[in-house]
């Protein structure tokens, strides 16, 4: 039942408070979504200008693909240092492939 309808079975001043809770509510869910700290989280980390610089690169092509996945975002955030590790191995590009592969199938969580 929307807030007009109540219009009629509560009083006029009681219909405004939710009007104004309810648009409260849209801003604040806005706001997070353009915010989003989670979703950028790896990109504070004092490392994430090495890691970023060693995924470009390494594999260029797959970044979009693996920001997309949470999992990867968060080992980003939490294990910066063992992502840098293997990008410097020979056989990082088929790591990173497997993984942009993985990523693919939503082994890594929520893609967005």
């Known amino acids: 039942m929307s807030v007009l309808a109540l219009g009629q079975l509560l009083p006029h001043e009681t219909c405004r408070l939710i009007d104004r809770h309810s648009a409260a509510l849209k801003l604040q869910r806005a706001?997070?979504?353009?915010?989003?700290?989670?979703?950028?989280?790896?990109?504070?980390?004092?490392?994430?200008?090495?890691?970023?610089?060693?995924?470009?690169?390494?594999?260029?092509?797959?970044?979009?693909?693996?920001?997309?996945?949470s999992g990867v975002r968060r080992e980003w955030t939490t294990e910066p240092g063992s992502w840098l590790a293997s990008l410097a191995t020979p056989e990082a590009w088929n790591t990173i492939d497997i993984i942009r592969l993985e990523c693919l199938r939503g082994m890594w969580g929520q893609r967005i």
């Open 31 to 69: 706001w997070r979504r353009v915010v989003d700290w989670r979703r950028t989280a790896h990109r504070r980390r004092p490392e994430w200008p090495a890691l970023h610089a060693a995924l470009m690169r390494v594999a260029p092509r797959a970044y979009p693909v693996l920001e997309a996945a």
